[in-house]
């Protein structure tokens, strides 16, 4: 109860008022969207918010206009694995210049998680009162930033409420994670969003590569706890000031890939991967390294730099019943990136059959165009029922 009002208050609580918390964007405006309850809720309320905040058509029928529509897409929430309509949705809504940050997760472990670990949306991992990364934070090639997310000893304070009484009683209150860590850091994009209007999704990236927006934690450079490192706000209020007195970025070569996840479900042998340059300049692969031998790469059509389209192929023979990862260590001039490989074998003797994940049924009323009923339903052996 309450999580959404808790992060509302770390991006923009009211300052200097004498009482309780400052926003980190005290003057920012917050567009609240309810689609997660205490008992959880679904990847499609989240989306449809999503396209609602970004003025994109959605069910609800409201398309915000450009001056209503959001800046920047607070997600302090994980769950579900890669969907390619998803990775789309993200990149329609970087097109419009609005930033997406989300958690990186709260299971202490490297898996990729969803959404932040989407192309064109900032993963956020937390660390503790001495900045060390926090013992609940997610981590891995994913994490683009930390942020402070609090532990069992020394939480994040924010806004909130009691509802152990009646009537609900307004308070202030201590919770710990990555969703308190990742407003800290939408908090701070919003600040140079104010002063410097244009920054865009491509930007951000650029700018904690060089460490502008960020105090450097642990290994020298981009780590798999803290990304760049921690969030620093005076940092990026500077850069902002100085490219709204005229300053430029300059984009330097950048690795992308088509996907961050290769997933190959219970019955594909061989999947594409294109690696590009999101920059300028020049970008080298210097290496494809797979994370084990079931897993191998070959060129498809690639330029003299490596740059272009690869197939990936996993050998079945060596896997073991269940669902099997490994990954694909990219290195170029610019950074190392990891492809996540994930392979479902299927017990001997059993037909290989297609599972497309999960699928979200809508009941409309024909006169109206309204969703009267929502569900949501998995594949058990390829088939939906």
């Known amino acids: 109860s309450f999580h959404g009002t808790h992060v509302a208050g770390t991006v923009a609580a009211a300052s200097n008022n004498g009482q309780g918390v400052a926003g980190v964007a005290w003057n920012a405006q917050i567009m609240p969207l309810r689609v997660l309850g205490p008992g959880g809720g679904t990847s499609y309320d989240v989306l449809q918010a999503v396209r609602y905040a970004a003025g994109l058509e959605n069910d609800s029928g409201i398309v915000l206009g450009p001056s209503q529509r959001a800046d920047i897409i607070n997600l302090s929430l994980a769950g579900g694995g890669f969907n390619a309509f998803e990775q789309q949705l993200y990149n329609d809504v970087a097109n419009r210049d609005i930033i ?31 900045g060390d990364r926090a013992n609940y934070s997610n981590f891995g090639s994913a994490i683009d930033v930390a942020a402070p997310g609090g532990d069992g000893s020394a939480a994040i304070l ?7 009484v009646s009537p609900t009683r307004e308070a202030y209150t201590l919770l710990a994670g990555t969703s308190m860590a990742t407003p800290h850091v939408s908090g701070t994009l919003a ?20 460490g502008l927006l960020t105090t450097d934690l642990g290994a020298s450079g981009r780590d798999n706890f803290y990304g760049w490192g921690l969030i620093d706000a005076q940092k990026a209020v500077l850069v902002a000031e100085d490219l709204a007195a005229g300053g430029e970025i300059v984009l330097e070569p950048s690795v992308c890939t088509s996907t961050s996840e290769l997933n190959f479900g219970n019955f594909a ?19 494809i390294i797979p994370g084990d031998a079931w897993v191998s790469i070959a060129p498809n059509a690639v330029d003299s730099n490596g740059v272009g389209r690869y197939t990936v192929q996993v050998d079945r023979s060596q896997l073991p019943v269940g669902r099997n ?14 492809v996540q490989v994930v392979v479902e074998q299927p017990q001997p003797g059993t037909l290989a059959t297609g599972d497309a994940g999960v ?5 409309l009323d024909a006169a109206t165009g309204a969703v009267v ?6 594949a058990v052996d390829g088939v939906y029922n």
Not at 109 to 123: D, T
Not at 274 to 282: A, L
Not at 373 to 378: A, F, I, R
């Open 359 to 363: 699928h979200y049924i809508l009941l």
């Open 191 to 210: 600040l140079m969003k104010s002063i410097y209007p244009a920054l865009a999704i491509g930007d951000v990236e650029e700018l904690l590569s060089r």
């Open 325 to 338: 990862f490994s990954s694909l260590d990219i290195r170029t001039n610019d950074r190392n990136i990891t």
């Open 373 to 378: 009923q929502e569900d949501e339903v998995s």
């Open 269 to 287: 042998d061989a999947l594409p991967l294109s690696v590009t340059n999101c920059g300028s300049g020049t970008l080298t692969v210097q290496n």
């Open 100 to 130: 997406v940050v989300a958690a990186a997760g709260n299971d202490n472990e490297s898996a990729f998680a969803y959404p932040a670990s989407y192309e064109n949306v900032i993963s956020v991992s937390a660390v503790n009162q001495f």
């Open 158 to 164: 924010s806004t909130g409420a009691d509802d152990s």
